[in-house]
């Protein structure tokens, strides 16, 4: 059997349209899968984000805590001694009952005030 002018063009035809058929289902497929891909590597990114923030935030306590550690050794040792200085006995204070002890009188100066006098002078 052969094949006539008209055939061939028929065929170039089909295969074309075949060809434009396949082309436009792979490009939807290779869309999808980008979609898909975009999606995928976008979760990854914020689980990998959210991983290094929680990671970030521990480190950050973590030397939060240090640096308060390390500030309230200083003034423990700073209220201890300061450098060079030689630590202060501390001297216990008199243990006296308050109710033991008499008042002491009090003497005060005579002294008189008087008021100037207010009469206009003449």
């Keep these: 059997m052969s094949l006539t002018r008209s055939d061939c063009a028929r065929q170039r035809v089909h295969s074309s ?3 434009s058929r396949e082309r436009r289902a ?3 497929m290779a869309s999808t899968n980008a979609n898909l891909s975009t999606t995928l590597n976008f979760s990854q990114s914020q689980a990998n984000r959210s991983q290094r923030t929680k990671s970030t935030n521990s480190s950050l306590a973590a030397t939060i805590i240090n640096i308060a550690n390390a500030i309230s050794v200083k003034t423990q040792s700073a209220s201890k001694t300061k450098s060079g200085d030689v630590p202060r006995p501390q001297i216990p204070a008199p243990s006296v009952d308050p109710a033991s002890v008499t008042p002491t009188e009090i003497k ?7 008021a100037e006098s207010l009469d206009p002078v003449v």
């Design 17 to 19: 349209v075949v060809t």
């Design 108 to 114: 005060t100066p005579n002294v008189s005030l008087q």
């Design 26 to 28: 792979s490009n939807r």
